[in-house]
């Protein structure tokens, strides 16, 4: 049976629930497990931050959640209903209910299409409302994302990075999905406009209820969003908590060291030598723990055994043998 991984138990039934999902691509060189028996749950409203290098796996997990890439075991249920070896001419209900923003927003967009196209594509292919409902959504959309009512006739190369990022988030709202993925969707734009469209993402989700899995890189947006933090080292996730709990007391040497990286404002020096090496090869991953070949702290069971996600704390889990040391 599936156990809300992480969830308070004074939290609600999760929207979102992941089991043990795993995914691999079959390539020239070989078999890449790309991500590696991966649970987690989030709850209605909630965020969920996922962090973690480039090439961990976040944006591959990301697009199975959605169904973009097909799993290749474990569970994915979405508001109850089992998603994940829905065939895709039945996936349309629960596509409705979940929805993505991509990093580029200028990649994901059609530039032949006029944004009001753009926003109502997901209306009229869920047959939702008549051609003058949608077109009201569709106001309403601008309106809620902050961009100007003629904003519809126009098409998105006549946008800032940031305007067509909010177009993304609008055309990801329209079905009012229960759960929206964002992958790293401030990643590509100025420091003044991240933090706008941070603003109005945490604004969206205060009034309409949706839950967030939000998937990044940079620990400093991600604290700033998030409730509860993953991280994600090869394919699997080595650390689940709180977002107080994980920035104030990492239980595993891979997120201490990404806290260590982050750069001081005060002019300090960084708290540890920066982190070593680089992530291991997917086609060949080593053996017990993956971390171990750059972890300062490593032992000799590190190096044969790998280590469970097990509880070290209420709401935080940690897969690391010395966890609980």
């Known amino acids: 049976m599936f156990q809300s991984i992480g969830l308070n138990r004074s939290q609600p039934d999760p929207v979102l629930q992941v089991e043990d999902l795993s995914i691999r691509f079959q390539t020239g060189r070989g078999t890449v497990q790309a991500v590696s028996g991966v649970s987690l749950a989030i709850a209605p409203g ?183 933090v993953a991280v994600m080292y090869l394919g699997r996730i080595v650390e689940l908590a709180d977002r107080e709990t994980l920035f104030r007391a990492p239980a595993h040497p891979y997120t201490r060291a990404l806290l260590d990286a982050v750069p001081r404002t005060d002019g300090g020096p960084h708290r540890a030598a920066p982190l070593a090496g680089d992530l291991p090869s997917p086609y060949a991953p080593p053996p017990g723990c993956a971390f171990h070949t750059r972890c300062p702290m490593a032992v000799a069971a590190c190096r044969t055994d790998r280590p469970q996600l097990r509880a070290v704390g209420p709401g935080h889990s940690a897969a690391c043998h010395l966890a609980m040391e």
Request: charged share 25%; glycine share 8%.
């Open 46 to 228: 909630e965020t969920l931050g996922l962090v973690g290098e480039s090439g961990c796996g976040k944006s591959t997990l990301g697009r199975a959640i959605v169904r973009l890439i097909e799993p290749a075991g474990g569970r994915i249920h979405l508001a109850g209903q089992d998603i994940t070896h829905v065939p895709r001419h039945r996936l349309r209900t629960a596509r409705r209910k979940v929805q993505m923003v991509f990093q580029d927003p200028f990649a994901s967009l059609d530039p032949r299409w006029t944004v009001g196209e753009l926003i109502a594509e997901p209306l009229h292919i869920h047959a939702v409302g008549t051609r003058e409902e949608r077109r009201a959504r569709v106001r309403e959309l601008l309106h809620k994302v902050g961009l100007p009512q003629d904003a519809a006739e126009r098409t998105p190369h006549q946008f800032s990075g940031g305007q067509r990022q909010r177009i993304g988030i609008a055309r990801a709202l329209a079905l009012d999905p229960e759960v929206v993925v964002l992958d790293e969707p401030v990643s590509a734009l100025d420091l003044s406009v991240q933090a706008q469209i941070l603003n109005l993402l945490s604004d969206l989700q205060q009034a309409l209820g949706v839950a967030f899995l939000f998937i990044s890189h940079d620990l400093s947006v991600v604290e700033y969003v998030s409730d509860r």
